[in-house]
């Protein structure tokens, strides 16, 4: 994970907000455990504390964002019309496929936008991330 | 004619741009707020609510300024304009009072009364094979394709191509007609300059002339991925790519200017998101000019997307219907460069029934814009770029001809 960090960091333009406080990651949690919308794991929490949000080529994950809906995971599952919300939670998403997490099943999984379909399935939220960001097999 | 000037000091089309942002972001927000734990549960609001919705008051209350039609409209213009004002109002009135229904109906409307169209989705059948290229056509070959949906055929051959040496049956042999998603995959300018490379990588793979017909689209993507990367070959450049090449090399100028004149716009966007990015002061130009610059340079270099924008697919890939032509779904004439945040959102807002069912299933709405669209960047017409008449050398060839065929005949 903090290699991926340390390559995301720096990449050009890849836009994200101010890294994410246990306080706001832990109050997220209760907001999407209340409104039964599947939670994010741990593995997520501590990529939030570090990058916060990435905004990237036209490609979007999600984090905390106290000041609009945009990119705030708890406000983006929530508008979502999704069936299993929860069991599954959107991480992010590019122009046709989400990122999701099915806490059920404890997998990262590639979701079609329209058909739903699962494509990918990674148990590794790095190799995740990289799928989504395009970055290079290596 | 002499541009309007708000009280904020900035054109008055920026100003009412950027409140089009600030509500709508707001109304968007507004409908997961009410969901939200309370930290202290006998607080009603805390002080940011609090601050926030004496703004929108304000905002609510100065609307006539920013709108105020002008007196040389003619009447249609003036009802158009108080209109909007209203709509404003009324979604205002709603964000305040939670009335989340009525949100979505009043974003809704209101981009109606912007010009915004609603048509019912076609949802054609499309396969996830004629899917997945033009997924891949469109954001490049940088992964390998899930052993999942690959052919068994080709599993086994893969296994087996450490033990066995390459094919020597010479490449005139290969017929690529032979593989059943050729008509697919050729349909696409970036796959088609590569059949001598697929040719070569089913060589790499020992496999047959004869055994092309077991091979399906994610097995010859594959062997193309693993063929380029043995061999350091320069992947190909993706559709996403070439269109913001496209874009900064035909409408540099416009886009230069569209981020000079809505500096305000694209300042609070970054705000909103959080985003720490070093923009200059008010009476700093040089930041938020190096700033712009940057994005450029990396549209031009790379053909980045820029920050805060996305690239809409105008018509859905579901929605193109021609089965002859795939690569219609990324063609310069099928994308548009948009704000992601509220715009792109909300076109995207009404794909999707309660239900959660497969789209094909439904007949849901989207947003159709002009095929002529290449940027949106906000409501008002100043905002969105169209693109600019070009003639092909075939059209003036035949002009030519056309005006020389008449000179004879004088």
Redesign the interface.
């Given at each position: 994970m903090q290699k991926l960090i340390k390559q995301l960091k720096s990449f050009?333009?890849l836009?994200?907000?101010?890294p994410a406080t246990l306080e706001q990651i832990i109050?997220t949690q209760?907001?999407l455990k209340?409104?039964k919308i599947a939670n994010f794991p741990k593995e997520f929490s501590q990529f939030l504390q570090q990058i916060?949000?990435i905004?990237y080529?036209?490609i979007?994950i999600f984090g905390i964002?106290?000041?609009?809906?945009?990119?705030?995971i708890?406000?983006q599952n929530?508008?979502?019309?999704?069936?299993n919300k929860s069991e599954i939670i959107i991480l992010g998403y590019?122009?046709?496929?989400y990122l999701a997490y099915n806490e059920k099943k404890q997998l990262y999984q590639i979701i079609?936008k329209?058909?739903?379909?699962v494509?990918?399935t990674y148990t590794n939220l790095s190799l995740a991330i990289q799928?989504l960001l395009?970055?290079?097999?290596e | 004619m002499a541009k309007r000037q708000s009280n904020m000091g900035i054109n008055i089309n920026t100003a009412q741009d950027l409140i089009y942002l600030i509500v709508l972001d707001k109304a968007l927000s507004q409908i997961s707020h009410k969901k939200r734990r309370k930290k202290n549960k006998n607080e009603k609001l805390t002080k940011e609510e609090q601050e926030n919705l004496d703004n929108l008051l304000c905002l609510k209350n100065s609307l006539d300024l920013f709108f105020l039609p002008d007196n040389k409209k003619n009447s249609v213009e003036y009802r158009n304009q108080q209109q909007k004002i209203y709509n404003l109002d009324e979604l205002i009135e709603n964000i305040i009072h939670s009335k989340n229904t009525e949100i979505k109906q009043h974003v809704e409307l209101l981009m109606e009364k912007e010009g915004l169209t609603f048509v019912n989705r076609e949802a054609s059948p499309i396969s996830a094979e004629e899917k997945f290229l033009i997924k891949t056509d469109f954001h490049g070959l940088s992964h390998y394709p899930s052993d999942l949906c690959l052919s068994n055929f080709f599993i086994k051959k893969r296994n087996e191509a450490n033990d066995k040496v390459p094919s020597t049956i010479d490449e005139q042999y290969y017929n690529l007609n032979d593989v059943p998603s050729w008509k697919f995959i050729k349909q696409f300018k970036n796959f088609q300059k590569r059949a001598p490379q697929f040719i070569k990588s089913m060589q790499a793979m020992n496999i047959t002339p004869q055994e092309l017909k077991h091979l399906n689209a994610y097995d010859m993507i594959y062997m193309l991925k693993l063929y380029q990367n043995k061999n350091n070959i320069f992947p190909l450049e993706n559709a996403k790519s070439k269109f913001i090449k496209h874009f900064i090399a035909n409408y540099e100028n416009e886009f230069r200017e569209y981020m000079h004149s809505n500096r305000q716009v694209i300042e609070y966007a970054l705000h909103q998101k959080g985003i720490q990015i070093n923009t200059g002061g008010e009476n700093d130009n040089r930041g938020y000019q190096n700033f712009i610059n940057q994005i450029i340079a990396q549209m031009k270099l790379k053909g980045s997307v820029p920050p805060l924008f996305n690239i809409h697919h105008k018509r859905p890939i579901k929605d193109i219907n021609n089965q002859q032509n795939l690569a219609l779904a990324n063609s310069v004439d099928n994308l548009c460069l948009i704000i992601e945040n509220p715009y792109h959102i909300m076109l995207h807002m009404f794909d999707s029934n309660s239900e959660g069912k497969k789209i094909y299933n439904r007949m849901v709405k989207r947003v159709e814009l002009s095929p002529k669209m290449i940027f949106f960047g906000g409501f008002n017409k100043k905002f969105q770029f169209f693109q600019k008449q070009t003639q092909n050398i075939q059209d003036i060839l035949l002009l030519k001809i056309q005006k020389e065929n008449k000179c004879k005949n004088l």
């Amino acid at each position: 994970m903090q290699k991926l960090i340390k390559q995301l960091k720096s990449f050009p333009l890849l836009m994200t907000a101010k890294p994410a406080t246990l306080e706001q990651i832990i109050h997220t949690q209760q907001d999407l455990k209340i409104n039964k919308i599947a939670n994010f794991p741990k593995e997520f929490s501590q990529f939030l504390q570090q990058i916060n949000t990435i905004e990237y080529d036209g490609i979007f994950i999600f984090g905390i964002n106290p000041r609009s809906y945009y990119l705030d995971i708890f406000a983006q599952n929530d508008m979502l019309d999704l069936p299993n919300k929860s069991e599954i939670i959107i991480l992010g998403y590019d122009e046709f496929e989400y990122l999701a997490y099915n806490e059920k099943k404890q997998l990262y999984q590639i979701i079609d936008k329209e058909t739903l379909d699962v494509l990918q399935t990674y148990t590794n939220l790095s190799l995740a991330i990289q799928y989504l960001l395009k970055i290079e097999d290596e | 004619m002499a541009k309007r000037q708000s009280n904020m000091g900035i054109n008055i089309n920026t100003a009412q741009d950027l409140i089009y942002l600030i509500v709508l972001d707001k109304a968007l927000s507004q409908i997961s707020h009410k969901k939200r734990r309370k930290k202290n549960k006998n607080e009603k609001l805390t002080k940011e609510e609090q601050e926030n919705l004496d703004n929108l008051l304000c905002l609510k209350n100065s609307l006539d300024l920013f709108f105020l039609p002008d007196n040389k409209k003619n009447s249609v213009e003036y009802r158009n304009q108080q209109q909007k004002i209203y709509n404003l109002d009324e979604l205002i009135e709603n964000i305040i009072h939670s009335k989340n229904t009525e949100i979505k109906q009043h974003v809704e409307l209101l981009m109606e009364k912007e010009g915004l169209t609603f048509v019912n989705r076609e949802a054609s059948p499309i396969s996830a094979e004629e899917k997945f290229l033009i997924k891949t056509d469109f954001h490049g070959l940088s992964h390998y394709p899930s052993d999942l949906c690959l052919s068994n055929f080709f599993i086994k051959k893969r296994n087996e191509a450490n033990d066995k040496v390459p094919s020597t049956i010479d490449e005139q042999y290969y017929n690529l007609n032979d593989v059943p998603s050729w008509k697919f995959i050729k349909q696409f300018k970036n796959f088609q300059k590569r059949a001598p490379q697929f040719i070569k990588s089913m060589q790499a793979m020992n496999i047959t002339p004869q055994e092309l017909k077991h091979l399906n689209a994610y097995d010859m993507i594959y062997m193309l991925k693993l063929y380029q990367n043995k061999n350091n070959i320069f992947p190909l450049e993706n559709a996403k790519s070439k269109f913001i090449k496209h874009f900064i090399a035909n409408y540099e100028n416009e886009f230069r200017e569209y981020m000079h004149s809505n500096r305000q716009v694209i300042e609070y966007a970054l705000h909103q998101k959080g985003i720490q990015i070093n923009t200059g002061g008010e009476n700093d130009n040089r930041g938020y000019q190096n700033f712009i610059n940057q994005i450029i340079a990396q549209m031009k270099l790379k053909g980045s997307v820029p920050p805060l924008f996305n690239i809409h697919h105008k018509r859905p890939i579901k929605d193109i219907n021609n089965q002859q032509n795939l690569a219609l779904a990324n063609s310069v004439d099928n994308l548009c460069l948009i704000i992601e945040n509220p715009y792109h959102i909300m076109l995207h807002m009404f794909d999707s029934n309660s239900e959660g069912k497969k789209i094909y299933n439904r007949m849901v709405k989207r947003v159709e814009l002009s095929p002529k669209m290449i940027f949106f960047g906000g409501f008002n017409k100043k905002f969105q770029f169209f693109q600019k008449q070009t003639q092909n050398i075939q059209d003036i060839l035949l002009l030519k001809i056309q005006k020389e065929n008449k000179c004879k005949n004088l």
